[in-house]
C-alpha cells in the first residue's frame, strides 16, 4: 500500500513539475511595443482601427491616440513584427510612421520645426524646439 501511495506522489510532482515548465516556456515569449504616427483624422477611424488590429496574429494591446494621430501596439515578437502591423494599419488606408520610442512628442514637433527654414516656422515653435530653430 506504501508504495501505491509512494508512486502516485512521485507521479503528481513529475507532472506539477513539468507543468511549471511549461508556464516558463510561455514567459520566455517576448513583447515589444511600436508607435505609429498615421493619418487618422476622426473617432470612425480610430474604431476602424480598433476592430481590426487587435485581431491580427501576436497582438496583445492597441491604444489609440487620436489627438496626436498615434497607434502604439503591444505585441509578442514570436508572432508578429513591426513591419506586419505597420503594413496592417496600411491595409486600412491609413500611413504608418514609426515612431523612435527614445523622442517625445515635443522633440518629433521640434524636429520638424527645426528642418524647416522659414522664420515663420521658428516663431512657431515652443520652449526647446525654439531654441533649436534659432540656432540654424
Given at each position: 500500500?506504501k508504495?501505491?501511495?509512494l ?11 513539468s507543468?511549471?515548465?511549461?508556464q ?25 482601427i480598433?476592430k ?18 498615434e ?26 510612421e514609426?515612431?523612435?520610442?527614445t ?6 514637433s ?6 524647416s ?9 515652443e ?10
Amino acid at each position: 500500500m506504501k508504495i501505491i501511495k509512494l508512486t502516485i506522489v512521485a507521479l503528481c510532482m513529475v507532472v506539477g513539475a513539468s507543468t511549471l515548465s511549461a508556464q516558463d516556456n510561455k514567459k520566455d515569449n517576448k513583447e515589444a511595443d511600436v508607435t505609429f504616427k498615421t493619418n487618422i483624422e476622426c473617432h470612425n477611424c480610430e474604431q476602424k482601427i480598433m476592430k481590426n488590429i487587435p485581431f491580427d496574429k501576436g497582438v496583445k494591446d492597441v491604444k489609440v491616440t487620436l489627438d496626436k494621430k498615434e497607434v502604439k501596439i503591444t505585441y509578442r515578437t514570436d508572432k508578429t513584427d513591426k513591419e506586419k502591423l505597420k503594413k496592417s494599419i496600411e491595409k486600412l488606408g491609413y500611413t504608418a510612421e514609426e515612431i523612435d520610442p527614445t523622442q517625445t512628442t515635443a522633440a518629433l514637433s521640434g524636429a520638424s520645426c527645426c528642418s524647416s527654414k522659414t522664420a515663420d516656422a521658428a516663431k512657431s515653435c515652443e520652449g526647446e524646439a525654439k531654441a533649436c530653430c534659432a540656432k540654424k
